[in-house]
Nanobody, 119 residues
Framework: QVQLVESGGGLVQFGGSLRLSCAASGSGFRINVVRWYRQGSEKQREWVAT???????TYADSVKGRFTISSDNAKNTVYLQMNTLKPEDTAVYYC?????????????WGQGTQVTVSS
């Protein structure tokens, strides 16, 4: 079993920055891929960014150039640095991970962290 815990959300003004963290805990697992998603009020959950265990990154067009996903493998933590925030970035941000434990593959979600950008 893997637990994912997000942190770092909060209230920030238009143009500000926040860094979200997604910490994975458990035993005997390997994280292969971590994704960030977000869900605004009365909106569908949308994909934001992905990082693989090899360090490859991809971004949604809406955040490209403003957000950066990175990882600290020693800490089993993935970060989402969010710059030049806009009100439309307001959402609950979730991390999602593909894990491997031997031949078993699972996917996990964190509980989410609220990001609110004021205009």
């Amino acid at each position: 079993q893997v637990q994912l815990v997000e942190s770092g959300g909060g209230l920030v003004q238009f143009g500000g920055s926040l860094r979200l963290s997604c910490a994975a805990s458990g035993s005997g697992f390997r994280i292969n891929v971590v994704r960030w998603y977000r869900q605004g009020s009365e909106k569908q959950r949308e994909w934001v960014a992905t990082i693989t265990s090899g360090g490859a990154t991809t971004y949604a067009d809406s955040v490209k150039g403003r957000f950066t996903i990175s990882s600290d493998n020693a800490k089993n933590t993935v970060y989402l640095q969010m710059n030049t925030l806009k009100p439309e970035d307001t959402a609950v941000y979730y991390c999602n991970a593909d894990s491997q434990n031997g031949r078993r593959y699972d996917q996990y979600w964190g509980q989410g962290t609220q990001v609110t950008v004021s205009s």
